[in-house]
């Protein structure tokens, strides 16, 4: 078992930034890909960014590229989500998740956290 902890989510104005944090605990994650995902009022969840535990490169969707950077910390088992020039777009719940790379889905999810831009 995987344990996915968020923090980090508030109200910020457009143009802004907030960073997303994701405590991991339990089984050790390094065979993991780490992503982080979102949902707006009224649609399904979607992809936002991800990055395998053990290194690589990182991807992302397309809206968010050049404004959003996925990162870990090994030490403290926790990836970041790093996200500037927000847009009221951006708003949703965001969700931090983590899949086995071997593994077609993710299988563990943590509670979520409330990411709100005003214009």
């Known amino acids: 078992q995987v344990q996915l902890v968020e923090s980090g989510g508030g109200l910020v104005q457009a143009g802004g930034s907030l960073r997303l944090s994701c405590a991991a605990s339990g089984r050790t994650i390094s065979s993991y890909y780490m992503g982080w995902f979102r949902r707006a009022p009224g649609k399904e969840r979607e992809f936002v960014a991800a990055?395998?535990?053990?290194?690589?490169?990182?991807y992302y969707t397309d809206s968010v590229k050049g404004r959003f950077t996925i990162s870990r910390d090994g030490a403290k088992n926790t990836v970041f989500l790093q996200m500037n020039s927000l847009k009221p777009e951006d708003t949703a719940v965001y969700y931090c998740?983590?899949?086995?790379?071997?593994?077609?889905?993710?299988?563990?999810w943590g509670q979520g956290t409330q990411v709100t831009v005003s214009s």
């Open positions: 990055v395998r535990w053990s290194g690589g490169t990182p």
């Open positions: 998740g983590a899949r086995r790379v071997d593994s077609p889905s993710y299988d563990y």
